[in-house]
């Protein structure tokens, strides 16, 4: 494996002037303000307004489709469907690495032909001269639906003789691990435990829904102006219309929310079409009911754990089994099996270990990536399953957690020596102990406490071969520029390339302008996915502005005739350290090398670990660069009359390696405490047949203020990450352990373990039932 | 113009002050205040949802919360319409954006210009909430990225300043 040192890991935060502290966020006043602009807000001259007619049926050939009376309504401009595309059709779904690598079959129609898969599937776009004109043609729209059966349960689709979603089979992915001898391990164990656990369809539910703008420039370069994680996106909306890659123009605007959802292109695509067929600027806003059908959501899962355990809680042997539901089209779904696959064992060393996962083709939803991209349901499982262990060896669930815990140099389940440290038992230990103590039950309310670890990765699969660009220039009067396409999902993506600098440079944060997310002028980044984007841009602009450290100081050395290393830089000044009377502006220093003609600005990559692959056979290999560890604790009151569980408390404490900026990786951990407490107790897409029940926010119910619990993040900062400054990855890994640790808190406050999520008062109160008739 | 069936009104022109300024309008009876104030150019008012649900598209009327989507045009005419940017800005920030920006209140963003309305709304209301009453009064405004803790720290933050001042907001 290619490892890239890091020069200023293990620097220790306190030598920090910036990096670390709660600084404002660069992005904060313009979205406090109202000034910031989303993909929605834009406008264009002789703009048009665009509206996507989706299926009403799950499974169904398209007999016909006729516009004719779509095309006469006054104001509409184009009325696209798949006969106006070429039967070669389609968009890649896939999200490949630098080297371009596709998983098969994952060429999406961008207008369904002939045959319509899930309820939702594009079929027809407008763009007319209103929103209102668009949607009257839309409906003047006739489709011809001849329903053909469909299958919508993973298990009936991997069944002989289910109707066939597309290609040759409903396997849309699969993977084994085979590691040490299983026969033996369960020989060795005391005891058998053996449960399957459930889990939902979540949906992103971000608060500004799918938006574009799209226009042919006076380059005849299509633009694209978008609400996406992605800018990379530009080479498969090309790909997709026939234009070369430097003809595609995408620019990721302040993201009003993504979590995955955004990660696959959702609409570019259909704007580039109306903007070529049009020849005028088109913007689409999804409407709400029409976002639950434009991007994936989480899969469910159907996992089951058989683990053996002596007496003392050592476990000795692991089999596993997953099955997700992948919907009507592949998207991202082999990747995210992959994570689930990678993440079985949780935070846990299983020395002998089986693993078989499945995801497969149903005429549901196309489910895709979202926050924990399958790591958080495998975790979820491995987490319910420690306390049942505990609970059957009659043990504390937390000393079956530490006698298996996974340490610094174990292989993970894929064989994969872990490197960075592993805090799992001090953040589990200090989550629990800032639950303080229980209060007392009262008459119909149970009190109880619950806690969950996890090992999630950041950074891309390693042979997705991936890198990130980004510039720093320092300006003529001193002020500086970062440059990178890094999207700015919410997370203050942007805002710590800026503290980063900063910290670097000597200057203050204001001082530095970072921008960010356009493919076309600012250097590629790759995604804001995979919680990579501070690990990988972060890293290129921490080795960009140290080269432009280097050559001021070069310049300002020879100038006091000192060596660099006599020099340090803050508040805009270069001195010479202990000499403060040598000192100089940055501005000065700046023109010094002006005159000298040294670079005063830097283009640097950086480039991530890489390996081959994983054995097909034993499922044997380096996967990813490096893991996040930590836990989430929760205390929970249940009313054991009406089933409703109130959160009290929700607690994460995790290693972050190092904190770049504390108040964004604080935000990170409460915001994932209530998303993870909606997966646990409250949201879940409901689909009948295909087709989704619960199609605005009304129905799919998301935590609100009332909802809030006490939450409170706990930092810890081993500078054992791959980041800048060694920092670890942390927007998905924080919210790995939260809804495991509710489910536990509700199992150790009722008796009874609920293993289908989300735990609903129903739910409880029929468990609870079930127990006093049973007990 | 008239519906010539019903000889009703279809459109008429309405006065709405927005933010001090006086706007009119030729409005049709269908058109929300939501779309009419991003139509004059205040895209700071965020649609999420068009029913209601999310709260992002809250403004005041006449110094009451309410959602612009579910307010029709009509019925904003000859009334005072505060957005966010009505608020405060750079350089004369109100004491809710200065707390929104210290505590971190912020994160996507998306939900804030609503968030924040709503906030004026409760401290106009009760200058000195509990912890329930803020989240009773921001119960309508929905936001999937902060957990709400700093937006609950920040509007405490800013009743307190707001309080110091003395005068209502």
Redesign the interface.
């Given at each position: 494996m290619n490892r890239m040192e890091n020069p200023l890991a293990g620097v220790k935060s306190e030598k920090f002037r910036q990096v670390g502290k709660?600084l404002?966020?660069t992005?904060?006043?313009?979205?406090?303000?109202?000034?910031?602009?989303?993909a929605?807000?834009l406008t264009m001259p002789g703009m048009l307004y665009a509206a996507v007619l989706h299926s009403e049926r799950a499974s169904a050939l398209l007999r016909r489709v006729d516009t004719t009376r779509a095309k006469e309504l006054p104001g509409v401009h184009c009325v696209l469907t798949a006969e106006d595309l070429p039967a070669s059709q389609g968009v890649m779904t896939d999200m490949p690495g630098q080297t371009g690598g596709m998983t098969k079959n994952t060429k999406q129609p961008i207008l369904a032909k002939d045959r319509v898969r899930f309820c939702g599937e594009p079929i027809a776009l407008v763009a007319a001269e209103s929103v209102a004109i668009a949607e009257q043609a839309i409906g003047l729209i006739d489709v011809d639906y001849q329903d053909i059966d469909g299958v919508y349960d993973p298990f009936d689709a991997l069944a002989p003789g289910a109707p066939i979603v597309y290609g040759d089979d409903n396997v849309v992915a699969s993977y084994k691990i085979r590691k040490g001898d299983i026969e033996k391990g369960f020989a060795e164990a005391d005891v058998i435990v053996e449960n399957t656990f459930t889990t939902q369809y979540q949906e992103?539910?971000?608060?500004?829904?799918e938006a574009a703008l799209a226009w042919v420039d006076e380059l005849e370069v299509l633009n694209i102006r978008s609400s996406t994680q992605v800018v990379e996106h530009y080479r498969a909306v090309a790909d997709a219309i026939g234009l070369p890659h430097n003809r595609v123009r995408l620019r990721a605007e302040?993201?009003?929310?993504?979590?995955g959802g955004k990660e696959v292109m959702t609409i570019e695509v259909w704007l580039a079409l109306l903007a070529l067929a049009s020849r005028r600027p088109v913007r689409l806003?999804q409407?709400?009911e029409r976002s639950f059908l434009s991007h994936g959501p989480r899969h469910p899962f159907n996992i089951t754990h058989r683990t053996g355990v002596t007496r003392d809680g050592k476990i000795t042997a692991l089999q596993i089994s997953f099955t997700s539901d992948a919907g009507a089209y592949a998207k991202l779904s082999p990747y995210i099996l992959l994570y689930a696959t990678v993440g079985a064992t949780g935070p846990y060393r299983v020395d002998n270990l089986h693993v078989d996962s499945v995801s497969a083709a149903t005429n549901n939803l196309p489910a895709c990536a979202f926050r924990g991209f399958g790591t958080m349901q495998a975790n979820l499982a491995c987490e319910g399953q420690m306390e049942e262990i505990a609970k059957t060896l009659g043990m504390d669930s937390m000393e079956v957690r530490r006698r298996n815990f996974i340490r610094t140099g174990d292989a993970n389940a894929t064989g994969q020596i872990i490197r960075s440290a592993v805090w799992s038992d001090q953040c589990a230990t200090q989550a629990l102990a800032a639950l303080g103590k229980r209060p007392e039950n009262s008459q119909t309310t149970r009190i109880g406490h619950g806690v969950a670890c996890y090992q999630q990765s950041y950074g891309r699969i390693l042979w997705m071969k991936d890198s990130s660009e980004a510039w720093v220039g320092v300006e003529m009067d001193g002020t500086v520029v970062v440059r990178s396409a890094v999207a700015d999902?919410?997370?203050?993506q942007s805002s710590a390339l800026a503290q980063i600098t900063a910290e670097i440079l000597g200057v203050p944060m204001k001082e530095v302008v970072v921008y960010f997310g356009d493919g076309a002028v600012t250097p590629l980044a790759g995604t804001s996915t995979a919680s990579r984007a501070l690990y990988m841009s972060g890293n290129a602009t921490q080795m960009a502005a140290t080269r432009v450290r280097e050559n001021l100081l070069g310049c300002a050395g020879r100038h006091f005739s000192v060596e660099a290393e006599e020099l340090d830089m803050n508040d805009s000044q270069v001195f010479v350290v202990g000499d403060p009377k040598r000192s100089m502006t940055i501005n000065d220093c700046v023109k010094l090398c002006a005159a000298e003609g040294v670079h005063r600005h830097n283009l640097a990559i950086f480039k991530a670990p890489t390996s081959e692959g994983i054995d097909p056979e034993t499922g044997q290999g380096e996967v990813f660069p490096d893991f996040t560890y930590g836990a989430h604790a929760a205390q929970v009151a249940v009313d054991i009359e009406t089933g409703e569980v109130r959160v009290l408390q929700s607690i994460g404490a995790h290693d972050v390696g190092q904190a770049i900026n504390l108040?964004?990786v604080?935000?990170q951990v409460?915001?994932?405490?209530?998303?993870g407490q909606g997966f646990a107790l409250c949201e879940e897409l409901i689909l009948e047949q295909g087709q989704l029940q619960t199609r605005?926010?009304?129905e799919y119910l998301?935590p609100?203020?009332?909802d809030?619990p006490k939450?409170k993040a706990i930092i810890l900062e081993s500078g054992s990450g791959l980041g800048p400054f060694g920092s670890k990855g942390i927007g998905e890994p924080v919210y790995a352990p939260v809804a495991a640790s509710i489910a536990n808190a509700v199992t150790d406050a009722i008796g009874v373990h609920i293993f289908e999520l989300p735990i609903t008062p129903e739910k409880i109160v029929k468990a609870l039932r079930r127990k006093e008739t049973v007990g | 113009m008239t519906d010539k069936k019903t000889g009703m009104a279809r459109e008429k022109l309405v006065n709405i002050h927005v933010n001090g300024t006086a706007c009119e309008i030729t409005v049709p009876a269908w058109r929300t205040l939501l779309e009419v104030l991003r139509e004059l150019g205040h895209v700071e008012v965020k649609c999420g949802c068009e029913k209601g649900d999310c709260g992002a598209c809250a403004v005041l009327l006449d110094g009451e919360v309410v959602d612009s989507c579910l307010t029709l045009a009509w019925n904003a005419d000859r009334r005072s319409v505060m957005t966010v940017q009505g608020l405060g800005g750079p350089g004369k920030a109100h004491p809710l954006q200065t707390a929104f920006i210290e505590h971190g209140g912020a994160q996507c963003g998306y939900c804030t210009p609503g968030m924040i309305l709503a906030a004026k709304a409760l401290l106009d209301d009760i200058p000195n909430p509990s912890l329930d009453d803020i989240k009773r009064g921001l119960s309508g405004n929905l936001c999937r990225c902060t957990g709400y803790t700093r937006i609950f720290s920040a509007i405490r933050a800013a009743a307190q300043a707001l309080r110091q001042e003395g005068g209502t907001s």
């Open positions: 709660p404002i966020r992005d904060s006043p313009t979205k406090v303000y109202g000034t910031a602009v989303y929605g807000d992103q539910a971000f608060l500004e829904p302040f993201v009003g929310g993504g979590f806003v409407p709400r999902i919410g997370g203050g108040r964004a604080e935000g409460e915001g994932s405490a209530l998303m605005s926010l009304s998301i609100t203020s009332e809030v939450i | -």
